[in-house]
């Protein structure tokens, strides 16, 4: 079955540095992988996309990239800021506008001031 | 405003009764789901529609049922025969390639 793995329960940074979070898959061939933040007791905003064909996108201090062939994909928070902690959830998306988004567990970082 | 309405924030339910959770949207969005949140579990699909007038089954269905009579709308109900029904709810819609929540509906069952 369909697997999606984000491999940190939970990720203490110092703030000012470079927090990476992975987010690991199986037995699919997603063709997109999101990134989305959650706050607690809010509902998850979407933060960026990146197709299966694109090898790294940014958006301001973030970056993702994805690499199909060892199904991963890693997401980049530079300058980390203690508004940053968060938990942070990847998804996965299929061709057809049907397919359901898989979502992983989610890894809850934590910026240390 | 344009966005997804969740109410209530907080609902307690006693066992045996069924409640029913408000999903609304003004985003003119097609496709609605709803998901469960439980801690450490991540987002689990519940029920989802495409369209008006049609809903499938997610992963975890039973004990649950929904409606969707108008393309705004799409209430949940956590009947009785839903043995753990304690979680956070979330509703979202469908854009290009994103998902748009809701601001949740915690429920629990007293």
């Known amino acids: 079955s369909q697997k999606i793995e984000q491999n940190s329960e939970a990720l203490n940074i110092q703030e000012g540095k470079t927090a990476t979070l992975t987010c690991n898959y199986t037995?699919?061939?997603?063709?997109?992988l999101q990134w989305y933040r959650q706050d607690p007791g809010r509902g998850p905003v979407f933060l960026l996309l990146?197709?299966?064909?694109?090898k790294e996108k940014r958006k301001e201090r973030l970056k993702v990239t994805f690499d199909t062939t060892l199904k991963q994909s890693l997401f980049h928070i530079t300058a980390s800021q203690p508004a940053d902690s968060a938990t942070y959830l990847c998804?996965?998306?299929?061709?057809?506008?049907?397919?359901?988004?898989?979502f992983g567990k989610g890894t809850r970082l934590h910026i240390l001031p | 405003d344009g966005g997804i309405t969740q109410s209530p924030k907080y609902l307690f339910r006693k066992e045996g009764q069924n409640v029913t959770l408000s999903c609304e949207q003004n985003?003119?969005?097609?496709?609605m789901y709803w998901y469960r949140q439980d801690p450490g579990q991540g987002l689990r699909l519940i029920y989802y529609?495409?369209?008006?007038?049609?809903?499938q089954k997610g992963d975890i269905a039973e004990g649950y049922s929904v409606s969707r009579e108008k393309k705004e709308s799409f209430p949940l109900t956590v009947t009785s025969a839903q043995k753990n029904p304690t979680a956070f709810y979330l509703c979202?819609?469908?854009?290009?390639?994103?998902?748009?929540f809701g601001p949740g509906t915690r429920l629990t069952v007293l």
């Open positions: 979202a819609t469908s854009g290009y390639n994103e998902q748009f």
């Open positions: 037995n699919y061939s997603p063709a997109y």
């Open positions: 990146i197709r299966e064909n694109e």
């Open positions: 998804a996965l998306g299929g061709m057809n506008r049907d397919d359901k988004i898989i």
């Open positions: 985003l003119n969005h097609d496709a």
């Open positions: 529609s495409q369209i008006v007038n049609d809903f």
